[in-house]
Each structure stands twice: as C-alpha cells, then as structure tokens.
C-alpha cells in the first residue's frame, strides 16, 4: 500500500551523481540513517553503470533500503525493476506507457513524470500511484529537462487532480523546499543538493524539517 508520506523527502541517485571521493552506498546508507523517506535509484548519463554491473548495484542499494523499510524504486528500467523485484518504478512520458506494464506490475508503486497541465491531460493515471512535476527551478542534474515551469503549476495541477500524490523535482535546494511545500506538494525530489553535499546527514535532516 503507498503512503504519500513517503514522498516527504524523495532521495534520487545513480553513480554519476556522486563525486568521485565518495560511493553511492556509503552516501545512501548515510541518507538513509538521517532519515530519507524514498530512493529511486536513476543511473543514466556519463559513467554510468550498464548490464550486470547496474542490475548488480540496484540489488544492493535495494537490500539496503529493504533494511531501513524505505521503498526503493527504479527509474525508467521496468526490466530491472522485474528482476530484482523493486518496490517500485517511475517512468517519464516518453518512457514505456504505464497500462504496457501495470498489470505485471502490480502491489508495486508507480510513479509517473508530469511537467504541465498538458502533460496531465494526456496521461492516465489509473494505475499510477504519484506524480513527478518539474522541474521546479533550472537543474544541472537532468540534461534533458525542460524548462522550469516553478512551484505554481503545483496549484494549477491541484485544481485538476486535488489531492492525489504530488513530489516536486528539479533544482530543490533546503532553501527553496519551504516555497514548495507551501503550494501544495508532498514533498521533494532531490537530486544533487544531497548525493553532492558536503555534508549529508546534515543535508537530509534540514529538508526534512523544511518539508513538515
């Protein structure tokens, strides 16, 4: 069953996200301890994992999650997903359609990426259990995000979907979370402001106090 809360402070990483002193299961063990409530694991762009080496890690990363009851999700990659039997997937719009793998998919989390009212109005959401919206400001982390369409298309999209799950993405910093959170969104998606801080036990603890 998927709990919304759960989208408070949604951690999303690859290999290539995370500098090169560091690995990403040193810095998601270290998110998880200091509390992160989702992770989906993206490996995509320069350096990242393929094949067996990147179903390899996910089998990793999603053991650790499963030992802190963090749902783990896997971005785009439904054969992956399958295969090491992730709690999860989140897929974009130009990604596999939903009702292509929902129904071998199911008591699984479904998350889809929404930009737009437009976006929305061409989407079923029927199996789908929570949207993405952004990017909410310019991202480095995506490079082939769309422009920023800020945090009010939050509203805009509440007026159509009320109060089904939302997590806002793209650029979210501790600074700007409070704005966000404020227009009505479940919580955020982080990217880079935790796989590439300086400190991110601090880091996760300071945006979950700004999501509440």
């Known amino acids: 069953m998927f709990d919304k809360d759960s989208l408070k402070v949604y951690f999303i990483c690859g290999t290539q996200d995370i500098p090169s002193s560091k690995s990403i299961k040193e810095v ?3 998110a998880l301890d200091s509390g992160i409530t989702m ?5 995509k762009g ?4 393929i094949g067996n080496d ?7 990363l999603l053991e650790l999650c499963q030992s802190y009851n963090v749902p783990f999700i896997v971005n785009d990659d439904v054969a992956l997903a399958e295969n090491i039997n992730a709690d999860g997937i989140h897929v974009g719009q130009n990604d596999m359609k939903v009702t292509e793998f929902a129904q071998k998919f199911k008591n699984k989390i479904i998350g889809l990426s929404i930009s737009d009212v437009n ?3 061409q989407s079923d959401l029927t199996y789908v259990d929570y949207i993405g919206v952004g990017p909410m400001y310019a991202t480095n982390s995506k490079k082939d995000a769309n422009l920023p369409v800020g945090p009010e298309m939050i509203p805009k999209l509440r007026s159509y979907i009320e109060d089904f799950p939302l997590v806002a993405i793209g650029g979210i910093t501790v600074d700007n979370t409070k704005e966000i959170i404020q ?5 955020v998606s982080i990217i880079s402001a935790i796989s590439k801080s300086a400190n991110v036990s601090k880091t996760v603890r300071q945006f979950l106090q700004n999501v509440d």
């Open 183 to 187: 227009a009505g969104a479940d919580g």
């Open 119 to 121: 976006e929305y109005q």
């Open 39 to 43: 992770f989906q694991y993206r490996e």
């Open 54 to 60: 990147k179903r390899e890690m996910a089998q990793q």
């Open 28 to 30: 998601v063990k270290i």
């Open 46 to 49: 320069d350096g990242a994992l």
